[in-house]
């Protein structure tokens, strides 16, 4: 942590003042915010609800809950670091799971070879939806969100299409039971979301990728003239989004034995609030993966909570939506408070 | 023909020419600038400095005309390029990811990895990076706390001197600065000038672009004029003045009411 500087250095002045006490540290962690708030959450309901709410059950209904949209939630966090957007992650989820269900039906069969091949499907469908909106941010210029609204359309109606509007089942018996699986008390749908996101945690923060997904969200400009491939590396980017969409609609088909078309329309804007709420700046360039992971949990908790507490599950979304904003306005706070230190810093 | 005057120099051009449309930036300038010196590059408004620092930096390539670097020819076609040739070139607007703190904006593009697998995994050695680049902070005497904090949270003169930082550890012949103090108060661009000039002191040819007249004459060896696309006169420091190259500047004789060292920020 505080290394001493090499000698040479030793003799400039400090030019921040100590950062104060153990507990400034912690309260102005940029994830302080958001723990805090899930802290709360869950302290709350335990306290309303009874110890129902940290049973085993329980805790696991919420994290299968979680994990699919958590899955998208870190796409869209490396997109929305990229100073990027996008809109199409629920469709795109629908488009592959609804090809992978197609094609899995088509070879028939219940076991492990036409799961896997679904998979597959499912993933380079997503994939290639996703480098589509690559390309056209990168190579077009258009902006992000136009194109992955427009993605968010085409894609959810090429399912319709192909389905003629009505939802398909008859997964193999294998991939049902991985679905509704677990290890030890795990479900395996949480653990590969719980992988995904360490994965892309680590590739985040601590490789060469990652470090120029922040410099390109931060300053694209300054990206290009250090002869960092921009452009090849934004369309990455929105390819491993889609990419994860397409695990993701697999999981789903897995977890729910269904395309469920109708119901992810709202999935890229709950995956963006976990994003927003875990810190992630809509300017770009700020954002971490635990940070999302933990705004992803918020809605969650909420809508378990308050159904447990006998109140309608409709309620999570008005919380959800004043959380979000809550969140943002003090983060805000925060930043301002910062930049103040700073400013009397520099003048100093 | 002036092949011989150019290898001695470390980054020349020889009659380049640029048009915009029917607009002529640059009219066959030529320019020299020597390892170990300070060469600073005026003019006024107009007067071509812009394009000529995009032909210098491998921006932009001139259509007529030759760049050498260190005497042999140099045609830049990717931004790239000119690194790899050891120019650096550190813009007007600094180039900085503000988000990124002074360590990795200084190995941005060019981050050292680790050893074995996880290098090829593309995991940064960070350790490295900052050992190299607090080094380099001391050496030139730009002060920043470089382990914490992004760059967002400091002050120009530190924004300054990561960018200069930057642009030295990675030149191996040529460093340009495009308005280096700009945007500076009195105290911090003192402290870019004393970095500029132990630049120089490392042997590396030094291209400063300024409208500020007392910068110049305070740090520079020589002094390249252009005006109207044209190199219209060179100095060493020793025979020029404020009136000299004001005249210069303007093609009219000095009037000492004028005052010439304006500092615009933008051009």
């Known amino acids: ?348 | 023909m002036s092949a011989t005057q150019a290898a001695e120099t470390a980054l020349s051009t020889r009659g380049v020419r640029v048009s915009y449309g029917h607009v002529q930036a640059l009219r066959g300038v030529d320019f020299d600038c020597r390892p170990g010196e300070v060469t600073a590059l005026i003019g006024d408004n107009g007067a071509g400095k812009s394009t000529l620092v995009k032909v210098l930096s491998g921006a932009l390539a001139p259509d007529a005309g030759e760049v050498f670097v260190a005497g042999r020819p140099f045609h830049a076609t990717a931004p790239t390029d000119a690194q790899a040739a050891g120019i650096e070139t550190v813009w007007q607007d600094l180039a900085l990811a503000p988000d990124l703190g002074p360590v990795e904006n200084m190995f941005l593009g060019r981050e050292v990895r680790r050893r074995g697998v996880l290098g090829a995994l593309g995991f940064l050695d960070n350790k490295a990076m900052a050992a190299v680049a607090l080094d380099e902070f001391a050496q030139l005497g730009v002060r920043v706390d470089a382990r914490r904090g992004s760059v967002s949270e400091m002050s120009g003169g530190q924004r300054q001197g990561v960018a200069v930082a930057r642009a030295v550890s990675w030149a191996r012949n040529v460093v340009i600065l495009d308005e280096p103090t700009a945007a500076l108060g009195v105290v911090q661009t003192k402290g870019v000038l004393d970095m500029v000039r132990r630049v120089a002191d490392r042997g590396l040819a030094v291209v400063l672009i300024t409208h500020n007249m007392s910068d110049v004459l305070s740090v520079s060896d020589r002094i390249e004029v252009l005006r109207l696309g044209e190199r219209v006169a060179s100095y060493a420091r020793a025979d020029a003045s404020l009136e000299t190259l004001v005249a210069a500047m303007t093609g009219g004789t000095a009037t000492p009411a004028t005052t010439p060292d304006r500092n615009e920020g933008a051009e």
């Open chain 1, 1 to 348: 942590m505080t290394r001493t500087a090499p000698s040479s250095t030793t003799d400039l002045p400090p030019l921040t003042a100590p950062r104060g006490t153990p507990m400034d540290r912690v309260t102005r962690h940029p994830l302080f915010v958001v723990s805090s708030a899930l802290i709360g959450l869950v302290v709350m309901f335990t306290i309303v609800n009874g110890w129902t709410f940290l049973s085993t059950p329980n805790i696991r209904n919420m994290a299968l809950a979680g994990s699919i949209m958590l899955i998208l939630a870190v796409g869209v966090t490396y997109v929305i670091i990229t100073a990027g957007f996008d809109l199409s992650v629920g469709s795109v989820l629908v488009f592959s799971g609804v090809v992978s269900m197609i094609v899995m039906r088509g070879l028939g069969g219940e076991g492990w070879g036409t799961a896997l091949v679904g998979l597959l499907v499912a993933v380079v469908c997503g994939c290639v939806l996703g480098y589509v909106n690559g390309f056209l941010v990168a190579y077009a210029d258009l902006n992000p969100i136009i194109v992955t609204l427009g993605m968010f359309g085409a894609a959810l109606g090429l399912a319709q299409v192909a389905t003629g509007g009505q939802d398909l089942s008859g997964i193999p018996t294998v991939m049902a039971q991985f679905g509704l699986g677990r290890l030890v008390e795990v479900p395996w749908v949480v653990i590969i979301a719980a992988a995904v996101a360490v994965v892309a945690g680590v590739a985040l923060h601590y490789t060469a990728f990652g470090r120029h997904t922040f410099a390109i969200g931060s300053n694209k400009e300054a990206a290009v003239r250090a002869g960092i491939p921009v452009r090849r590396h934004l369309a990455s980017i929105y390819a491993i989004s889609g990419l994860l969409a397409g695990l993701a609609g697999w999981l789903s088909l897995s977890v729910y034995g269904t395309t469920n078309i109708a119901g992810h329309s709202l999935d890229a804007l709950n995956a963006a609030t976990a994003a927003i709420l875990g810190g992630a700046s809509l300017f770009g360039g700020v954002g971490t993966i635990a940070g999302t992971v933990i705004g992803n949990a918020i809605p969650i908790v909420l809508a378990n909570g308050l159904v447990i507490a006998g109140l309608q599950s409709f309620w999570q979304q008005v919380v959800t939506g004043v959380v979000l904003v809550v969140a943002l306005y003090l983060d805000r706070l925060r930043r301002l408070r910062s930049s103040r230190r700073s400013g009397k810093n520099s003048a100093a």
